[in-house]
Structures are given as structure tokens and as C-alpha cells.
């Protein structure tokens, strides 16, 4: 993985086909090749204005960003918030033959939610709340596991708050394929969700929180 400046685009962990049918290819291909690119770009167009930043790691430009300087606070926040989360998005997700759940992770879900199918149709309300574009996110927050929205490139992150999953909403992400059908796209990625990666960042914000 590429933390520091300049950011390279990383492949995918899996083919660009490798999602469907749930996530079709060319969206992949758009959604990585160009519109990740594009923050990719931004951000290092930012940073080479501004050498003193270019050793600062992307979840550091994210939660130190009050001590940027204030002209540079909110296009840092939107492109490395664009960087981080689509990196994120991408890694969270795996072709349907791997997104095995296990009884671990029911069981963790179990202990915040009724039932996992309650934690899954509580995220599929957070995904269909958020106005416009952002992501619906399962965080954990001082401890708790809790459901949680962003708009736009806005990122859950910071000392006590440890993003597991996301789901990018917006419409960039489902239009070619779902069309206007937010709530099909979110019932189709709940069978590429890389379960092992969520278990993993769970485990790690465990450790740190
Ligand atoms: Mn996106």
C-alpha cells in the first residue's frame, strides 16, 4: 500500500470483473481508473504546493486537518477524504465466492444489534438516508459498533472513531448498472463484502481503541 505523497492509484485486490454480477466491470473500471484517480491527482497537485505536508500520511492530512492552514483545510479533506475512502470502499469488498461471513462475526455484530439482519437493513437505511452523495459507514465509536453516514468525502476518523466498513452511495458507484436503484445496489453489495478485511480492521480498532 502507498501512504505518503506522491499517491499512486493501487490496483484493485481483484479483477475488475471480479465483483459481478453484483458490481459490474465497467463501473469498476470507471470507479477506480477515474474517479479515484482523479482524487489521487487533486491530492497530489495539493501537496506539491505545499512540500511541508508531503510526509504526512493520508489518515493524518484526514484527522490533523485543523492544523493545516485554513485555505488548505477543506480541498485537503475532500481529496485525501476521496483517496481514503474509495481505497477503503475497494478493500472492503471481494468477489462473491469469498465474502464468506463467519459465526465470529455474526456473533460481534450480535452484541450491538438485535440480529444481523437488523444491523443489515439499519445500514441499508443509513445507505438510503444520505442525501445526495457520501457513504454509509460501520464505525467503531469509543468502543461501541454504530452505524453512521458521511456526506460528500467526509471520513469517519479520528483518536476514538474506527471505520470497519463503508458503502459508497454515491451515484457513480451503482448508476451504469442500478440506475437511480440505491437500495438494489446496496442488496447487491452485501454479497461482495470482504468479511475477513472488516474482521481484521474490527481487531485492529479493538486493539487501539
Ligand atoms: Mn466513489
Known amino acids: 500500500m502507498n501512504y505518503h505523497y506522491p ?5 484493485l485486490p481483484y479483477s475488475y470483473d471480479a465483483l459481478e454480477p453484483y458490481i459490474d466491470q465497467k463501473t469498476m473500471h470507471l470507479h477506480h481508473d477515474r474517479h479515484l484517480q482523479t482524487y489521487i491527482d487533486n491530492l497530489n ?16 492530512l484526514l484527522y490533523r486537518w485543523q492544523e493545516l492552514p485554513p485555505s488548505l483545510q477543506i480541498p485537503i479533506r475532500r481529496q485525501a477524504g476521496g483517496v481514503y475512502n474509495h481505497r477503503f470502499f475497494f478493500d472492503g469488498m471481494t468477489p462473491p465466492e469469498k465474502s464468506l461471513i463467519n459465526l465470529s462475526v455474526v456473533r460481534e455484530i450480535e452484541k450491538y444489534f ?24 460501520v464505525v467503531l465509536d469509543h468502543g461501541n459498533l454504530k452505524i453512521m453516514t458521511t456526506a460528500n468525502q467526509d471520513t469517519p476518523i479520528g483518536e476514538n472513531l474506527h471505520p470497519i466498513l463503508n458503502v459508497d452511495v454515491w451515484e457513480h458507484a451503482y448508476y451504469l448498472k442500478h440506475y437511480n436503484l440505491r437500495g438494489d445496489y446496496f442488496d447487491d453489495w452485501l454479497y461482495v463484502i470482504n468479511w ?3 474482521k481484521q480492521r474490527f481487531l485492529e480498532a479493538v486493539k487501539n481503541a
Do not use: C, M
Open 7 to 11: 499517491f499512486i492509484n493501487t490496483p
Open 45 to 60: 497537485a495539493l501537496l506539491k504546493e505545499n512540500p511541508q505536508y508531503q510526509t504526512w500520511s493520508l489518515e493524518e
Open 196 to 198: 475477513d478485511a472488516a
Open 114 to 137: 438485535p440480529d444481523f439482519h437488523d444491523f443489515s437493513e439499519r445500514l441499508k437505511q443509513a445507505a438510503l438516508s444520505v442525501f445526495g452523495s457520501g457513504y454509509a459507514w
